[in-house]
C-alpha cells in the first residue's frame, strides 16, 4: 500500500558454525594446522545485530528504500590470551529505487556500501580483514503466484579498497522466493 | 526467468490498463466503490452529480483531518448534487473494525479499495489524494497534478461549491 514505512531491525548471530581448531588443513605444508580464522565458518562470536529501513514511494511509479545495518561482536568463545579471536565490526548502507508501474514485476536498482573493520586477537589476520566495498545491484522482484514472489538480484563492485589479500568475488547472484503470510 | 511464464511475457510490453490515464477536461476513468455495506456504486452511474473520489487511510493522520471537514461538506451539499465516494487503503489484513468505525461517521459511503492501483487513477502511491468530476463526468480536479490535494474549506469553496452551482445535464 502507498505509504512510508520506517522499520528497526534487531538479530543475533549465534557461534554456530566451526571455528578454531575444529576445521584443519588436512593437505599442502600446514596439514593439520587450523585453517585462518577468517577463513573458517565459524567465528566462535556471538554477535548483535542492528538495522534500520525507510521505505516511501515516490512518485507514481517509483519508490524508494534505505537501509543501514550495523553488526559487533559481543561475546566470542575464542578468548584466552595468545588463542583469542573477535571478528570486527561490519557496516552496510543501502539505498534504491522500485520501478512499480507494473505490480506483476517490478525491476530495482540498489547501491551498497560495505565496510569492515579488523579481526582482532592473536588469531586473527589484521592486517587482511578490514576494507570498503560498493556495489551496484540491480534486480528483479516477479509475482509467481497471488503471495509468492520470485526475486533475482545481481551485486557487481563498482569501487573496493580492501587492505591486503582478500577474497573478492567479481559478482554474485541471489536468487529467492519470498512469501507473504 | 522460469517465474516470467506464470504471469505471462507478454505482460511485458502491454499498455497498462490501469495506468494512469487522467486528463483535465476528459471523461474522468469509471471507478466502482464497493462500500461496507455490500453495496455497488459506479462513477458512471452518477452523471448529473457532482463526484468527489476520496481515498484514505486510517494510518493516514492528514486523512483523518480532513474526512470531517469533507463528510460535513458532503452532507451539506447532497441535495444539490454531490455525491462523495471514499475509498479506504487500509490492508484487509489489518484492524477493519477501526476501519468500519470510522467510515461509519462519515456521511458518505466508503469501502475498502481491492488494490493499491485503480484503473485510469494509476497507483494509488500517496494519500490523501482527491479527484473531482463534474455533472457531465468530466474530470476538473486531479489529484495528482494537484500538489496539496488536501482539503480545506477555502479548497471546497473555489472547486466544488462552482460545480454544484451550475445545474448541467449529461451529455
Known amino acids: ?181 | 526467468m522460469a517465474a516470467l511464464s506464470f504471469t505471462g511475457i507478454e505482460a511485458l510490453f502491454t499498455p497498462r490498463a490501469d495506468a494512469n490515464a487522467l486528463r483535465i477536461g476528459q471523461p474522468a476513468p469509471p471507478a466502482t466503490l464497493v462500500g461496507f455495506d455490500g453495496q455497488r456504486i459506479t462513477t458512471s452511474e452518477l452523471l448529473g452529480r457532482v463526484v468527489i473520489l476520496t481515498f484514505w487511510a486510517t494510518w493516514c493522520g492528514p486523512c483523518r483531518e480532513e474526512l470531517p471537514l469533507l463528510s460535513a461538506y458532503a452532507a451539506q451539499h447532497a441535495a444539490e448534487g454531490l455525491t462523495v465516494l471514499g475509498f479506504a487503503l487500509d490492508s484487509p489484513e489489518g484492524d477493519l473494525a477501526k476501519v468500519r468505525q470510522i467510515a461509519q461517521s462519515l456521511s458518505f459511503p466508503s469501502g475498502l479499495l481491492a488494490h493499491a492501483t485503480l484503473p485510469g487513477y494509476g497507483r494509488i502511491w500517496r494519500i490523501p489524494v482527491n479527484f473531482t468530476i463534474n455533472r457531465q463526468g468530466v474530470l476538473v480536479d486531479d489529484g495528482w497534478t494537484d500538489k496539496d490535494s488536501t482539503w480545506n474549506a477555502a479548497r471546497l469553496e473555489r472547486i466544488v461549491t462552482p460545480l454544484l452551482n451550475h445545474s448541467g445535464t449529461a451529455p
Open chain 1, 1 to 181: 500500500m502507498p505509504n512510508h514505512n520506517l522499520g528497526l531491525q534487531f538479530g543475533v548471530k549465534l557461534p554456530t558454525g566451526h571455528y578454531g581448531t575444529a576445521v584443519n588443513f588436512d593437505n599442502g605444508p600446514n596439514t593439520g594446522s587450523p585453517l585462518d580464522a577468517s577463513l573458517q565458518a565459524g567465528t566462535g562470536s556471538t554477535d548483535v545485530i542492528l538495522g534500520a529501513y525507510y521505505y516511501q514511494a515516490v512518485s507514481q511509479d517509483f519508490d524508494m528504500f534505505a537501509n543501514v545495518q550495523f553488526q559487533s561482536a559481543v561475546a566470542h568463545k575464542q578468548d584466552q590470551p595468545g588463542n583469542d579471536f573477535r571478528p570486527g565490526n561490519s557496516e552496510t548502507f543501502g539505498i534504491g529505487l522500485r520501478y512499480e508501474a507494473h505490480p506483476n514485476w517490478i525491476p530495482q536498482v540498489q547501491l551498497n556500501v560495505y565496510h569492515k573493520s579488523p579481526d582482532q586477537g592473536a588469531l586473527a589476520d589484521t592486517t587482511d580483514t578490514v576494507g570498503t566495498v560498493a556495489y551496484i545491484s540491480p534486480g528483479l522482484t516477479v509475482q509467481v503466484l497471488h503471495k509468492l514472489h520470485a526475486y533475482s538480484v545481481i551485486q557487481v563492485p563498482i569501487y573496493s579498497n580492501l587492505d591486503g589479500y582478500q577474497l573478492f568475488p567479481h559478482w554474485t547472484a541471489t536468487v529467492g522466493l519470498s512469501y507473504s503470510l
